[in-house]
């Protein structure tokens, strides 16, 4: 999505509807509104004398414009006390917007942030948030169907200024919300797809699109994964009549010098789970085909890099498999040996997708040499029970590196909450037979689950997001709550390439 920067005044735009934000017990005039009530005749402050409209956080004001070369439909938010302002509330008060505008079909929307009274610093982040947060909530995914009339997607997003804000500083971040709503779009579009239209071959056909001046792709085949003995990853895909890839891509910063750092991303890719032999129930596999949640948002990481371009090399790796049920499939009780070595006792193929990162979180390690690794899988129901769905767990090895996520999470709205690792958590992944078992049992099986990845990356500063319980249902105005797929952690992730040095 391109957002055009209008050169008109709010008051002047001629888009279909106009978005802006009014903060509790100040009158228009003083938030940068005043041109434009004055147009509308003082409606917004007479509403307000009258007691009709409060700007308590989150309460709306619905008004029609009264001339032709001004907007049609006027819509304020309240963004409650300045004081307690932050750029989340801004973004979820204007997703408030979105969603309102998304349930009228209205594909036509001009934004003013909140700009007035705060510094350079806020007047971005808000900026950001306010696109973010109504672009984001206007998302559909285009189906296949007859009545695409009735489902119009967001075509135009446009964005005034004000008068109170450097122009550079507008400028970039316009330019940084257009990338991350793009990645974030990109990566649901991603989850919503059918597996019968996703599965690892158009996977890495989506991918190879992906290549331009500053990206490279590379799809490691299935001849290529038996070469390297990537035996976990294909022992999931063996079941499938589509033979597991591996997805790397590659970005170059402008320059690249001996202090230049590698940050690599590992997505889980299980384009559909059947379960395996252990297979789900019909309730429980209906959508599956957003098991590849994780690699969704490393694609949307990689979708956005042209635009953010961090001062890092970024890598990228997407575990593409299918876990399906046939009489090559892979049973309870074999025994495998993965990419580095390691011996794992399968206790359940239904915990498929920390095998296939096994594989590819040691490929990652070994091939690119990493300063950091962080990889994201829709891993285990276990983190849903944890933390529901307002928020990814988080486990790792490095303190800094979670210290990078948190500070990337507090600025994006993207919550995460750290989860232990102890050594005693090892113990329940032993295994008689093997080095290690793929399952721990029910006790703490989100952590189990990072504790068996954790055998994998050696001593390269990892963390592990578990978004079983957020890249699928969305809680905030801006996540989507009829498609399934919500582009977690891919602001989260682009906030943190651009912080880490």
């Not at 209205?106 to 948030?129: H, K, W, Y």
Request: charged share 20%; with cysteine.
């Amino acid at each position: 999505m391109n957002i055009q920067i209008s050169d008109a005044s709010a008051h002047s735009v001629t888009t279909r509807g106009l978005f802006v934000g009014l903060y509790e017990n100040e009158k228009p005039s003083e938030c940068g509104l005043g041109r434009l009530d004055a147009t509308l005749g003082n409606r917004i402050e007479a509403a307000i004398s009258a007691g009709d409209f409060s700007a308590r956080f989150n309460r709306v004001l619905e008004l029609y414009g009264g001339h032709q070369d001004g907007p049609r439909h006027i819509v304020v938010v309240g963004l409650g006390e300045r004081e307690r302002s932050t750029t989340e509330s801004v973004r979820r008060a204007f997703g408030t917007l979105g969603k309102r505008a998304r349930g009228a079909s209205c594909n036509d929307v001009t934004v003013l942030p909140p700009l007035t009274g705060f510094d350079e610093t806020a007047q971005r982040n808000n900026t950001i948030a306010a696109l973010e947060g109504t672009a984001l909530a206007m998302y559909r995914y285009v189906r296949r169907t007859h009545n695409v009339d009735r489902f119009p997607i967001l075509e135009s997003l446009n964005v005034v200024a004000g008068e109170d804000i450097n122009d550079d500083v507008f400028h970039q971040a316009v330019e940084y919300a257009s990338a991350t709503i793009n990645g974030v779009n990109f990566a649901r579009d991603l989850v919503c797809m059918p597996a019968a239209d996703l599965y690892p071959e158009t996977y890495a056909q989506i991918a190879l699109g992906m290549g331009n001046e500053t990206i490279s792709v590379e799809v490691l085949d299935h001849e290529k994964l038996v070469e390297l003995k990537m035996r976990a990853i294909l022992a999931v895909g063996q079941g499938s009549t589509h033979p597991p890839c591996v997805i790397h891509l590659s970005y170059e910063p402008k320059s690249v010098n001996d202090k230049t750092k590698t940050f690599a991303l590992v997505g889980k890719g299980v384009t559909f789970d059947s379960g395996g032999l252990d297979i789900k129930t019909a309730a429980g596999m209906r959508d599956m085909k957003a098991d590849m949640g994780g690699s969704a948002t490393v694609m949307g990481v990689f979708r956005a890099l042209n635009q953010v371009r961090p001062n890092c090399r970024v890598h990228g790796f997407v575990a593409a498999v299918e876990n399906m049920t046939d009489g090559n499939a892979y049973h309870p009780g074999d025994i495998i040996t993965a990419f580095n070595g390691r011996t794992i006792e399968i206790d359940n193929t239904d915990a498929e997708g920390r095998l296939a990162l096994a594989d590819v979180l040691a490929y990652a390690v070994k091939s690119v040499e990493p300063d950091a690794i962080v990889d994201l899988a829709t891993l285990t129901g276990a983190c849903v029970i944890a933390l529901g769905h307002w928020c990814t767990g988080v486990m790792s090895n490095n303190d800094e590196l979670v210290e990078l996520l948190q500070a990337a999470s507090d600025a994006s709205g993207e919550r995460i909450w750290r989860l232990p690792l102890w050594s005693d958590y090892k113990q329940q992944i032993k295994s008689e037979i093997a080095d290690m078992k793929n399952t721990g049992g029910r006790p703490a099986g989100t952590i189990t689950a990072g504790k068996f990845l954790e055998a994998f990356v050696d001593k390269t500063p990892w963390a592990h997001m578990d978004i079983a319980g957020t890249a699928t249902e969305g809680q905030f105005s801006y996540t989507p709550h009829k498609e399934l797929g919500t582009g977690v952690a891919v602001r989260l992730l682009l906030d943190a390439l651009l912080r880490w040095e």
